[in-house]
Nanobody, 119 residues
């Protein structure tokens, strides 16, 4: 089992920055990749950025050049970060951290953290 906990988020003005953090603990040796998803009201949950254990990064087009995903590992915890710059109102959503295991196709989710971009 893998436990996932996010932190960060909040209210920021357009053009501002925020950094989200995520900690995955437990059976982290099973994790193949980690990712950030977001879900706006009335919409489906979409992938924002993903990073594999080998370090390969993937971004959705709307955040390329503004968001940066990174990861780190310490003892029995894998950390995932999302640096968000030049935030726009359309970035407003609940952001979820995901840990994925290719073997078995398991996904582990955090509880979500609200990001609101508004003046």
């Amino acid at each position: 089992q893998v436990q996932v906990v996010e932190s960060g988020g909040g209210l920021v003005q357009p053009g501002g920055s925020l950094r989200l953090s995520c900690a995955a603990s437990g059976a982290i040796f099973l994790i193949s990749s980690m990712a950030w998803y977001r879900q706006a009201p009335g919409k489906q949950r979409d992938l924002v950025a993903q990073i594999t254990v080998s370090g390969r990064e993937t971004y959705t087009d709307s955040v390329k050049g503004r968001f940066t995903v990174s990861r780190d590992t310490a003892k029995n915890t894998m950390y995932l970060y999302l640096q968000m710059n030049n935030l726009k109102p359309e970035d407003t959503a609940v952001y979820y951290c995901n840990a994925h295991r290719d073997l078995g196709g398991n996904d582990y989710w955090g509880q979500g953290t609200q990001v609101t971009v508004s003046s």
